[in-house]
């Protein structure tokens, strides 16, 4: 029975990676529960938004069903955002499970003693994101990018409107205090890209280990060393198969020891099927540096065309 | 830090909306003047004044890297901005120096800095190279001066005449289609003759550019490197049809099987048509590369101690799919049976694999292919059998004749196969020959001198 259910999920992961592999734009397979948790996430946000906009308790909001029928909460990059959120969170808790040292002994902990300000600031605001995705808590909306939070914001400004526009130039200038102190060096991803930026090739080694070096810097490292973008990296290494993952550390130049350690990590021994460990082993020295590539970069140029119409940085500068 | 600097104060700047550097600490107007602004002017580095627009239009605080360069170095600095009182207020908190040029981008800006170009080579009276000047390859540096220019280059017997008298009559003389060792241009040498005040040979200057290879040109100059330079094919044209064509497959067979999306069943089909004929044209490709090599004059093969049983089971390995496929069944001698012979393995695997897949291919559906393997004698044997409908005694000969298809076509096959095989098998000091089985299929036998 047990060889036979190895088996059976060795189909379905099989099939999960040619699925993927014939339609990439469908790169993430969400289920009913997925898209429930998505949808409640975006709710929640949008609510959180209002209340600040509104400065009012949120009872009724206004603005979620009717940015709903507007489509505007079907935004790619906004339910793209929220998809890695919920990577992340599920990473970030395997990672722990794993984890053979404390978050203390990790490096964006060390760093927090750096004698940069820069350095340890950019340090405590990964360590404070960290602890939020291990104890899955709600999400703040300091965490949006700039561009989808100042899109989202003037989008919850316009659907207040027409229930309180006696209301409407207070709120602009709510929306406008909020965004003026917003401040992008908070978000984690900058954080990592910053820390990453500062360290230069300090640490690379450990920052090439996700134990080491926290989900955070490692999934960055990766990004930066691919060119890919954080959330699309967690996306990729949160899939039920270690194909991906794999894929992305061979395209990534990683040796075959550490990336193994990684995947060990962040997905564990247990949990690896004959098929995963074989398609490991035999695939990440078969496969070339520049094949791992070319597959990367399709992945990328499928996310790309998935999100650009949602992109909301693409409006013509003013 | 390794490589990255963390300015001890951030260097600030104040980009108005319209883009106009308002305020600048000096290092920031440096950059500047360097990107061609002026103070008070647009902000001439487009990295920054991305991320000024950009706060100017959202109105929020950012923090990015961004890359800046100038004609002589690039950076990648950290930059943070917010807007207040209608200016986008920047700060550059760091920089770390970004190097764009690997080992491998200087090897390739070299050899695209040398385009085969003139050049110049100046020898003394005893033919040693004293000096070089302009475009020369880049093997020839001047770590060849003092050494005698002769190896420089490759001359043939009418080349080489001509330059002796050349040196011996202390005249100019011009020789074309030099090559030069190691590269594959030719080039039009100009020889001048240098003189000392007293009337002495002082040496000779060379002028080389380059020219194309004439038709004919070296068809008369015999020797191995000239039987060498005409293996053009195989070793150079071969692997330049290679590359798009196994582009071409890949390409062709992602559309087929509709790993890029939906398509029309047609369209699939057509894709597939494509990939099955650029894999025919790889096939015939590959066989004209050995074609040119078997019929070198010089043509060689090693001489490897074989066993033929062992060839006979990595054939049936390398073709068990295909003939899986077509539910034939390969039949290998016995692990125990072993017939030594002495010839190139590879060549021995090539002539087996060209003998087993004709016969799959030439079989009915669920027939039988044997290899089977003997010694007579100085003499290994190694056979391949099937029941196809066999090769009539007429076209036994005519089989290993050059494009012959014994009016098949369609089929993929080249009309080079057993041409190239029965070249190789004698080559190797065997023969290769094809005679009727016992039940009607054809037996191809490939003997060899046993070991």
């Not at chain 2, 009418?158 to 100019?172: F, L, M």
């Not at chain 2, 009337?199 to 004439?214: N, T, V």
């Not at chain 2, 044209?237 to 582009?247: F, H, I, K, T």
Request: aromatic share 6%.
């Amino acid at each position: 029975m047990e060889v036979a259910s190895f088996h059976a999920r060795d189909s379905q992961l099989l099939c999960a990676d040619v699925a993927a592999m014939i339609f990439p734009r469908a790169y993430f397979p969400a289920s009913d529960e997925l898209l429930a948790d998505i949808s409640a996430n975006i709710i929640q946000l949008v609510q959180m938004l209002e209340q600040e906009i509104t400065a009012n308790e949120v009872a009724n909001s206004p603005s979620p069903p009717l940015l709903d029928r507007s489509a505007h909460l079907r935004d790619p990059a906004l339910i793209d955002f929220m998809l890695a959120r919920q990577a992340e969170r599920r990473l970030e808790k395997r990672l722990s499970a794993k984890s053979d040292i404390a978050l203390s002994a990790t490096l964006p902990a060390r760093l927090l003693t750096n004698a940069s300000h820069e350095i340890a600031e950019a340090a405590q605001t990964i360590l404070a994101a960290t602890s939020l995705n291990r104890r899955s808590a709600a999400l703040e909306w300091r965490r949006l990018p700039p561009e989808l939070l100042h899109a989202l914001c003037w989008r919850i400004v316009a659907a207040v409107h027409p229930e309180r526009s006696d209301e409407t130039d207070q709120f602009r200038q709510n929306a406008q205090k909020m965004l003026a102190c917003y401040d992008e060096g908070a978000t984690t991803g900058n954080a990592v890209r910053k820390l990453l930026h500062m360290l230069g090739s300090d640490y690379a080694d450990e920052i090439g280990n996700a134990e080491k070096a926290g989900l955070a810097l490692f999934v960055g490292n990766l990004a930066a060393s691919l060119r890919l973008a954080e959330d699309h990296v967690l996306q990729l290494i949160d899939r039920p198969s270690i194909a991906a993952f794999a894929l992305l550390q061979r395209a990534a130049g990683s040796d075959f020891d550490p990336a193994m350690e990684n995947i060990r990590l962040l997905y564990g021994f247990d949990t690896l099927t004959p098929r995963d460990i074989t398609l490991f082993e035999d695939g990440f020295a078969a496969l070339s540096l520049e094949d791992a590539r070319r597959v990367v970069a399709e992945w990328q140029v499928a996310r790309d065309s998935y999100l650009l119409p949602g992109r909301s940085d693409m409006e013509p500068l003013s | 830090m390794t490589g990255t600097s963390i300015l001890a104060q951030p260097i600030t700047g104040e980009v108005a909306i319209d883009g106009r550097l308002l305020r600048a600490d000096p290092q920031l107007l440096g950059m500047q003047f360097a990107a061609g602004g002026e103070e008070g002017g647009l902000l001439a580095i487009p990295a920054l004044l991305n991320i000024a627009r950009l706060t100017a239009r959202l109105k929020m605080g950012l923090a990015r890297s961004v890359v800046v360069a100038d004609a002589h170095e690039c950076a990648e600095l950290w930059v943070e901005s917010y807007w207040a009182n209608g200016v986008a207020h920047l700060s550059i908190l760091s920089s770390k120096p970004v190097n764009y040029t690997s080992d491998q981008d200087a090897s390739r800006d070299a050899e695209i800095d040398w385009l085969g170009g003139d050049f110049e080579a100046e020898v003394d009276a005893d033919g040693r190279l004293i000096g070089l000047t302009g475009d020369f390859p880049p093997d020839y540096d001047h770590a060849h001066i003092g050494f005698p220019i002769d190896g420089m280059f490759m001359l043939d017997a009418n080349q080489r005449e001509e330059w002796e008298n050349g040196w011996r009559a202390e005249r100019a003389f011009d020789l074309k289609n030099v090559q030069i060792s190691k590269l594959d241009s030719r080039y039009l040498m100009e020889s001048r003759p240098l003189f000392h005040r007293k009337g002495e040979l002082a040496g000779y200057r060379l002028s080389f550019s380059p020219c194309g290879l004439e038709p004919g040109a070296n068809e008369n100059a015999g020797g191995a490197q000239a039987g060498k330079r005409q293996i053009l094919f195989g070793r150079e044209l071969g692997s330049v049809l290679r590359q798009p064509l196994g582009r071409i497959i890949a390409n062709a067979e992602t559309i087929g099987v509709k790993l890029q999306g939906p398509l029309r069943d047609n369209y699939a089909v057509y894709a597939k048509d494509i990939a099955s004929a650029a894999k025919h044209l790889v096939a015939l490709v590959d066989d004209l590369g050995d074609l040119e090599a078997v019929e070198q004059p010089d043509f060689e093969t090693a001489l490897d101690d074989i066993e033929l049983g062992d060839v006979a089971r990595r054939v049936r390995g390398l073709l068990a799919l295909k003939a899986a496929d077509h539910r034939i069944d390969i039949i290998t001698p016995d692990e125990n049976e072993k017939v030594p012979a002495v010839a190139e393995f590879r060549r021995v695997l090539q002539i087996m694999l060209n003998l087993v897949n004709n016969a799959i291919r030439y079989s009915p559906d669920g027939s039988k292919v044997v290899i089977d393997i003997a010694k007579l004698n100085d003499v290994a044997c190694i056979t391949v059998t099937d029941q196809g409908d066999g090769i009539a005694v007429e076209d036994r000969e005519k089989a290993f004749e050059k494009f012959e298809r014994l009016g098949r076509s369609g089929d993929g096959g080249s009309g080079l196969g057993l041409y190239i095989s029965r070249r190789l098998a004698v080559a190797m000091r065997g023969d290769l020959r094809v005679s009727d089985a016992r039940d009607g299929g054809a037996l191809f036998a490939l003997t060899l001198p046993a070991g």
